[in-house]
């Protein structure tokens, strides 16, 4: 990896009911927050890769809105919320390979409009049913909800995971969001409160489910030695992985069972040099209670099964050993996808976190789950130079 790459800079705008802003308009804030932090100018960028939801070929449009010419490496990717990682990991090849000096990765997203539920958010017109998806409708199965409702579901079948440990990761991250003055949902809740919560698609209460925010965040990749003379501490990427597991939602297959983050995990590790005793904190993507449990169970932080009882134990919330989602996740700090436990890992590789800075920050482990567990990245990240923690 040579002098290896680092993250040199980290862009936020308001995030959650931020109103008059297009989705363009808030990725071009985020960038230019991003380039700033990190103390370079915006012709410094010779990469920019966006995320999908810009409309229209969203890397040439916010390239002209940000008055960016002459990119080395320009696109847009989508691998839903694992877009993050792979956008990072992608940008830290360029920087290496020398394809690109200073890459700018973005994501931003409005779909909270004024006087309308978080429900509709994305709401979109019915498709056209047909064949097995035909079926599936027909059976209820119209909504991510319903299906991941349907892994947490074969888990609990499989492995008696129950909704109160699920209840327990509600309440822990919840801990930590009232520590974060970013986060959107800071009012402590109690495990009673979440099983009082409605029932969205059973198992899944409503605490169980992330939040809809509006806003844009970006960061900025670059060479190591280049970080080290820049503005803000450099945050120091030592490995990533991408896994794509393809299990059928049928009988005898794997899904709800594991993830991508066996593979994706094994791969972020290696690269890095590290297990999973060496993580310090775990930045997981929780679009779901769910979600966060089996991550914890495929990466290797307890065994398959073990991850309910895990949670249960305290060992995720402030005071555990294994101080996860610090900053609220997207169960309730904000939700911009794979860039919302990435935001925080860089927040407390920077010892940034004040109030909710974890006592030990040299490993941290970024996760990015998308789709219907259908796409996984991991990113192992650290304040220090790999090889001098």
Known sequence: MGDGAAIAGLGMTELGKVYGRS?????????????????????????????????????????????????RLLTHMNAFGATAGAMV??????????????????????????RQSAGSAYQRDAPEWYGFGGMTAALGFRSV???????????????????????????????????????????PISLADHQAS???????????????????????VTGAARARDLARPPVHLWGWGQGHPGHRKERGSEFGLTTGAVSSGRSAMTMAGVTAADVDVCELYDCYTYTVL???????????GEGGAFAASGALGPGGTLPTNTGGGQLSGYYMW???????????????????????NDVILVSGNGGILDHHATLIVSPHERGTA
Request: net charge negative; glycine share 10%; proline share 4%.
């Open 145 to 187: 909800n319903a299906f991941y409702a349907l892994a947490a579901q074969r888990h609990m079948a499989r492995y008696g995971t129950t909704s109160e440990q699920l209840g327990a990761i509600a309440v822990s991250t919840r801990e930590w969001a009232a520590r974060n003055p970013l986060a959107q949902m800071r009012d």
């Open 294 to 304: 089996v991550s914890l169970e495929d990466y290797g932080f307890c065994a398959k």
């Open 23 to 71: 989705p363009r308009r808030l990725a071009a804030d985020a960038v230019r927050l991003a380039v700033a932090d990190a103390g370079l100018a915006l012709g410094d960028l010779d990469g920019l890769l966006v995320s999908h939801g810009l409309g229209g070929s969203p890397g040439i449009e916010l390239a002209d809105t940000l008055g960016l010419r002459d990119l």
């Open 198 to 220: 409605r029932w969205v698609a059973e198992p899944l209460h409503l605490l169980d489910c992330c939040l809809v925010s509006n806003g844009a965040v970006a960061v900025v």
């Open 89 to 114: 990991s992608y940008a830290a090849m360029s920087v290496l390979s020398g394809a690109a000096s200073t890459v700018g990765c973005v994501f931003s997203d409005a779909p909270l409009k004024p």
């Open 338 to 360: 794979g860039m919302t436990p990435l935001s925080e890992a860089v927040v407390q590789a920077r010892g940034d976190g004040g109030e909710r800075q974890a006592a030990a």
